[in-house]
């Protein structure tokens, strides 16, 4: 009879982690487990080079991109093209995409490991979108939140905003994406990608892969200056590569509850830069005082911040190896975005053999 052999006998084991990939762990070796992933789960996320990226932008997303490059299969990009929407300036939109792959390189993001791209350069994104739009009914994209909020404002509306969420659902699905780590801004977005999976899927027959959001609870909607969500748009955000006196300004400017003894939104901040133990304990030591406890919060904030941007200062030096990385990455989507549509087409009927 064959003896099972225990996890020690054989020094290692299988297991299912966080996100359901499978893991093979080895708890002698070292402190450390090596972790090889299997199957490596498909992940798709982007950001819009609408400007510098800030604080919520990386604890939202950026951070679970770096944390999850080494189990999952990772195809990060530059969403320019839904910049577009709003960004309308030739060489701010130029500076923006290369600032953009900077920081994402900034962050810890190996290109080695992850497929790093700017979407505009396959134009599949565009073309599945547009299939997806004789799927997609009018009254249904109305009832987009990004879409409402811009016409509770009375904003002027191009149908690029409109259309946002089909070209994203065409980013994820182009891919077969399983996870997609954003903040909560876009869980409808993500909803609305899975629909239009399942409608393709109903209409022409099993294509599309359905999508799964990755939305951390604690991290799902950060801040800003002003306590309303941090967002470049709103003008209360605190750039991820700030430097040291721009904290100092912003973190100054944040506007507190005067009521209160713990100026909640300044506590929620600290949280994300140290851990809950050693915040509880400055703000019963300082309780009241939220001029110490904004300073509190600066020194944490520059101390996580001035190593990321050290780290930028090295990327910055050779933009052409960034510019090298993207056109890299950029092949490697396009392969696969290709077979993609090539069975896409053959499914609606207008490849013929
Ligand atoms: P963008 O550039 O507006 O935001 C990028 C990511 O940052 C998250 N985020 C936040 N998270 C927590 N707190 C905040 N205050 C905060 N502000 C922003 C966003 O949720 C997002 O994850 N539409 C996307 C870009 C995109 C995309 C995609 C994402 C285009 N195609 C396909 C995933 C898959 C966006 O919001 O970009």
Redesign the pocket.
């Known amino acids: 009879m064959k003896k099972r052999l225990s996890t020690l006998e054989r020094g290692y084991y299988w297991k299912y982690n966080l996100h359901k990939t499978k893991v093979l762990l080895f708890p002698n070796m070292g402190n450390f487990a090596i972790i090889m992933s299997m199957n490596k789960k498909r992940l798709?996320?982007?950001?819009?080079?609408?400007g510098r990226?800030?604080i919520?932008?990386y604890?939202?997303?950026?951070r679970q991109f770096v944390n999850l490059q080494e189990i999952h299969d990772s195809f990060i990009?530059i969403?320019d093209y839904?910049?577009l929407t709003t960004l309308q300036n030739r060489s701010e939109m130029s500076e923006n995409i290369i600032e953009m792959a900077i920081d994402y390189l900034a962050t810890g993001l190996d290109p080695e490991k992850v497929t790093l791209y700017q979407?505009s350069t396959i134009s599949y994104h565009t073309e599945l979108a547009w299939i997806f739009n004789c799927l997609t009914t009018m009254p249904y994209l109305m009832r987009a939140h990004a879409f409402k909020d811009s016409e509770a404002k009375n904003k002027e509306i191009n149908v690029g905003v409109f259309d946002?969420p089909i070209?994203?659902a065409a980013?994820?699905l182009l891919y077969d994406?399983v996870v997609?780590?954003?903040?909560?801004?876009?869980k409808q977005?993500?909803e609305i990608?899975r629909d239009t999976a399942e409608k393709f899927n109903n209409t022409f027959g099993e294509t599309f892969v359905l999508p799964e959001p990755l939305i951390l609870e604690n991290?799902?909607?950060?801040?800003?200056t002003d306590g309303q969500?941090?967002?470049?748009s709103y003008g209360n955000?605190i750039p991820l590569f700030a430097t040291d006196d721009e904290i100092k300004k912003l973190v100054m400017s944040i506007v507190t509850d005067s009521g209160s003894s713990v100026p909640e939104n300044v506590k929620a901040l600290h949280l994300l830069f140290k851990n809950k133990k050693e915040v509880e304990k400055i703000y019963s030591d300082k309780e009241g005082k939220y001029k110490e406890l904004k300073e509190a919060l600066i020194e944490d904030m520059i101390a996580f911040i001035a190593p990321l941007r050290e780290n930028r200062l090295k990327f910055e030096k050779d933009k052409g190896e960034v510019v090298n990385i993207l056109k890299k990455g950029s092949e490697k989507a396009n392969e696969i975005a290709q077979r993609k549509m090539k069975e896409v087409k053959e499914k609606i009927g207008v490849l013929l053999s």
Do not use: E
Not at 59 to 62: N, P, R, S
Not at 180 to 186: A, N, T
């Open positions: 798709v996320s982007g950001i819009k080079p609408s990226p800030h919520g932008n604890f939202g997303a950026m990009f969403a839904h910049a979407q946002y070209l994203m980013d994820i994406a997609v780590p954003v903040g909560q801004d876009q977005h993500i990608a991290v799902k909607t950060v801040t800003g969500k941090m967002s470049k955000h």
